[in-house]
């Protein structure tokens, strides 16, 4: 099966818009930290530190910019400056994140991580080969 390049950037582009809800229910629902793994940042933001918010509005905005990095890639949205090499510099940052995926497949087996994290890599490798290859044939 074929899937063109505009599809797979818009794929990327997707997921990365997913990804950003999701920090913003973090912002929402701080207490999700913990679910997420990310245990530390609930126990900033118990101590009434702001920190834990600018970091997720800040994430919020990198992957919704992300996101319209993909749309400009399909085509879908006006060109955005550096369009390939945004493009690629995503793709590459999603696939070093997705490289957390083989330790999180063997601590899940060793029933010390739940599933959920073995989704969030695969999300991430689905999402950094999507940016790759959509980038490498279509964007200028």
């Known amino acids: 099966m074929y899937v063109s390049s505009k599809n797979l950037l818009i794929i990327g582009s997707l997921l990365s818009f997913l990804v950003a809800l999701l920090h913003i229910a973090l912002a929402i629902r701080p207490k999700l930290y913990d679910y997420f793994g990310a245990s530390k940042l609930s126990e900033l933001n118990d ?17 919704t910019v992300w996101g319209f990095y993909g749309l400009s890639g399909a085509g879908i949205v006006k ?22 995926l083989p330790s999180d497949i063997v601590k899940f087996a060793q029933h010390t991580h739940p599933f959920r994290f073995i989704v969030l890599s695969t999300g991430s490798l689905l999402a950094g080969l999507c940016y790759l290859m959509g980038a490498l044939v279509t964007a200028k």
């Open 79 to 100: 060109e955005l400056p550096q369009l390939r090499v945004v493009l690629i510099g995503i793709g590459i940052i999603y696939l070093l994140r997705a490289l957390m």
């Open 47 to 63: 101590e009434g530190s702001s920190f834990t918010i600018g970091v997720t509005l800040g994430l919020v905005l990198m992957f």
